[in-house]
């Protein structure tokens, strides 16, 4: 069997000068061989350990190692929503804490992240405003409805600006809706940022020329068509809708308008379905999400299933 220096020093040569195995957590192939490589370091470790012992202040030489520890920790888990795609990651925590200088209050520090942004106020709300239907529109399908967010204004209004501050300044031309559920947010963007709105509707509601896509759903199958001459060539354009499940729906949005000569820049969801989360770059273009549906969100849908009382 190797030991762990002649594998990490053989074929990671940069890993070999890590000092902490939390550097490499970003990486499930290097974790695999950090076993392997805490072994090769244990020898040295006792050693450093029982002078530390014998030193004047054992105790806060040791709690200073676990403080960076676990902010090597925290570095590596945001580099880790980098690779998901997501962008300006520690320009929105400074954002949405509201400290010009950048420090993170204690709260904000402490919330949870969405995306990799430390949780935006708002989204809490947002978030609580989804409630989530077991078995429907069928057994095993677990729905998000966002009906009861569109009942509170504030909350609503709060969903619109998030994402039109997202996408003002960015030269988008049109914001494409995606019937029906894109139709009820995707408008008012487009409003905001002064951009013109194209709705992506179900067959044969479109009365002049059209172009479609066909889609396979998380239940069923459907297709999409576009007006000819809804979008020009080069355009910029978001591409908005309620939900990301599968991605087909927001797939075949993306080939429709690309079809037609458009630029698709960004697609946007309020909602982001948690077992597709490695799907969320979509025919090469990111899916900006407000919010990832949680499991626990699931686990209380059932329970309050359960016992009887549904979803608020
Ligand atoms: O990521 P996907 O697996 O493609 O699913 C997401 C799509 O499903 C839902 O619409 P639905 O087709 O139920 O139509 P509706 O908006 O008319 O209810 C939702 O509003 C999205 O458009
Ligand atoms: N789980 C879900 N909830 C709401 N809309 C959806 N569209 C596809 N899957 C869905």
């Known amino acids: 069997m190797h030991s762990g220096k002649v594998v990490l020093g053989c074929r990671f040569p940069r890993i070999i000068k890590t000092t902490s195995p939390a550097r490499c957590y970003a990486h499930p192939a290097l974790c695999a061989l950090l076993p ?15 002078q530390q012992q014998q030193s004047s202040q054992p105790v806060r030489r040791a709690r200073s190692n676990r403080g960076s520890k676990r902010r090597r920790r925290e570095d590596s888990t945001v580099r880790l929503y980098r690779l998901m795609g997501e962008e300006d990651i520690s320009n929105d925590s400074k954002s949405s804490c509201g400290c010009e200088d950048g420090t993170v209050e204690a709260p904000a520090a402490a919330a949870p992240k969405e995306n990799g942004r430390a949780a935006d106020p708002r989204l809490q709300a947002i978030s609580d405003a989804i409630r989530v239907v077991p078995h429907f529109p069928k057994p095993g399908i677990m729905f998000n409805d966002i009906t009861a967010l569109l009942l509170r204004p504030a909350v609503f209004k709060d969903a619109v600006d998030m994402f039109v501050e997202r996408y003002r300044g960015m030269r988008i031309a049109a914001v494409a809706g995606i019937e029906a559920r894109g139709f009820i947010f995707g ?3 487009a409003l905001a940022i002064g951009a013109k709105f194209i709705p992506l509707r179900k067959p044969k509601k479109l009365p002049g020329e059209v172009i479609s896509e066909t889609y396979i759903l998380e239940y069923g199958t459907d297709c999409l068509e576009m007006h000819v001459g809804a979008t020009e060539p080069g355009e910029r354009v978001v591409v908005v809708d309620d939900l990301v499940a599968t991605g087909g729906t927001l797939c075949a949005a993306i080939k429709l308008l690309e079809r037609a000569g458009a630029d698709v820049v960004e697609c946007a969801c309020l909602i982001g379905l948690p077992k597709y989360k490695n799907f969320y770059k979509l025919n090469g273009k ?5 919010k990832d549906s ?3 969100s699931f686990a209380r849908a059932r329970w309050r299933n359960w016992i ?4 608020q």
């Not at 009887?308 to 979803?311: L, Q």
């Open 36 to 50: 392997v490589y805490h072994s090769s370091q244990s020898d040295n470790r006792r050693k450093k350990k029982k």
């Open 187 to 189: 408008p008012a963007i």
């Open 286 to 290: 990111p899916v900006y999400i407000l």
């Open 294 to 296: 949680q499991l626990h």
């Open 308 to 311: 009887g009382i549904g979803e």
